[in-house]
């Protein structure tokens, strides 16, 4: 889509992140999460915006030698239109070029079908389930990896 760039995202973007979180998940992050992970340095977290308003964003976190995908989402009204894509092509293209050996893995709902073709696109493989891992409405839990020295963004 024309018109979006991906930058970094700062503590002024708080209050328009936390607007869409709250749209997108029944137990969507607090602001303090957010504020959490902009505080730490091992974490990765890039908007998308669009006419000056921001449309989505995602978050990267390194803990000692595995990194995870913590959240992703963009507004519903701009879903199905690559953004979910460009999302992940900046910040996975930057934790490559910062650890290029790094695996990256992240957990998705069973029901989430829109998340997990979009992270298939990019090459994630299935490596197990939790059964029952989330609440609101119950479900399980699917466990995706990405060896990141395989990631092309391009
Ligand atoms: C998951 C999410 C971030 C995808 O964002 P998006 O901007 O729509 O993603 P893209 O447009 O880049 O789509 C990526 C791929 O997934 C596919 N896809 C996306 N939504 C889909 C859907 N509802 N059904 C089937 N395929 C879908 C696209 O077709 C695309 O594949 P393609 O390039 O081969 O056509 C978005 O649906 C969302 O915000 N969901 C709510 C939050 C959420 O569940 N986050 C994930 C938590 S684990």
Redesign the pocket.
């Known amino acids: 889509m024309e018109g979006i760039t991906i930058r970094k995202m700062s503590p002024a973007d708080l209050s328009e992140v936390s607007n869409i979180e709250n749209l ?2 029944s137990t969507p992050w607090s602001p303090n999460s957010f504020k959490y992970e902009l505080a730490n340095k091992e974490a990765i977290l890039k908007v998308a915006v669009f006419n000056s308003e921001i449309i ?1 964003y995602v978050c990267i976190r390194t803990i000692l030698d595995m990194t995870h995908l913590l ?4 507004l519903p009204e ?8 460009m999302l992940l092509k900046n910040a996975v293209g930057e934790l490559k070029r910062l650890q290029p050996n790094t695996k990256l893995t ?1 957990e ?2 069973q029901s ?4 997990i ?2 992270y298939e ?1 990019f090459g994630f493989k299935v490596t197990g389930k939790r059964t029952k891992y989330y609440q609101k409405p119950e479900d399980d839990a699917i466990l995706m990896e990405l060896d990141v020295s395989l990631f092309f963004s391009d």
Not at 71 to 74: E, G, H, S, T
Not at 78 to 85: A, Y
């Open positions: 997108c998940y989505g959240n992703v989402a963009v701009f879903r199905l239109r690559g953004i979910g894509s992240l998705v709902r989430n079908i829109a998340a073709r979009l696109k």
